[in-house]
Nanobody, 124 residues
Framework: QVQLVESGGGLVQAGGSLRLSCAASGGTLRSFVVGWFRQAPGKEREFVAAITQSGNMIDYGDFVKGRFTISRDNDKNTVNLQMNGLNPEDTSVYYC?????????????????WGQGTQVTVSS
C-alpha cells in the first residue's frame, strides 16, 4: 500500500515561489506516473502537472504557462513541484497522486493513490 505525503505548502506573497514535495512510503514511486492536482473551495479539482516513471514525458495544466516545473528523484522516492510567479488564483490545496498508467495523464480517475494535500495560500 503506497502512501503519499505532500509537504512544502504555506503562505507566500504574490510573485513568490514555493517548492512542493511528494514522498512515498510503503512502496516506490518509480513505478508510477505522478501527478499534481489542486482544488480550491467551491471549485472542481484541477490538473496541475504530471511526470512519467522515467521523467521523459511531462505535462502541465494550461494555466501553468511556464511558471511551474515538475521533477522527480527516483533514488529519493520523491516528486517535486517548483512553483514560481505565484498569484492569488493559485491559492488551493495541492495533492500529489500516483497512477500505474505508462503515459502522462491529466485525468484524476486514472490516479489510484492520493496524498492528503498541502495548503498553498498566495496573498496579494
Amino acid at each position: 500500500q503506497v502512501q503519499l505525503v505532500e509537504s512544502g505548502g504555506g503562505l507566500v506573497q504574490a510573485g513568490g515561489s514555493l517548492r512542493l514535495s511528494c514522498a512515498a512510503s510503503g512502496g516506490t514511486l518509480r513505478s508510477f506516473v505522478v501527478g499534481w492536482f489542486r482544488q480550491a473551495p467551491g471549485k472542481e479539482r484541477e490538473f496541475v502537472a504530471a511526470i512519467t516513471q522515467s521523467g521523459n514525458m511531462i505535462d502541465y495544466g494550461d494555466f501553468v504557462k511556464g511558471r511551474f516545473t515538475i521533477s522527480r528523484d527516483n533514488d529519493k522516492n520523491t516528486v517535486n513541484l517548483q512553483m514560481n510567479g505565484l498569484n492569488p488564483e493559485d491559492t488551493s490545496v495541492y495533492y500529489c497522486a500516483a497512477s500505474s498508467v505508462t503515459h502522462v495523464t491529466d485525468q484524476s480517475q486514472n490516479y489510484f493513490y492520493w496524498g492528503q494535500g498541502t495548503q498553498v495560500t498566495v496573498s496579494s
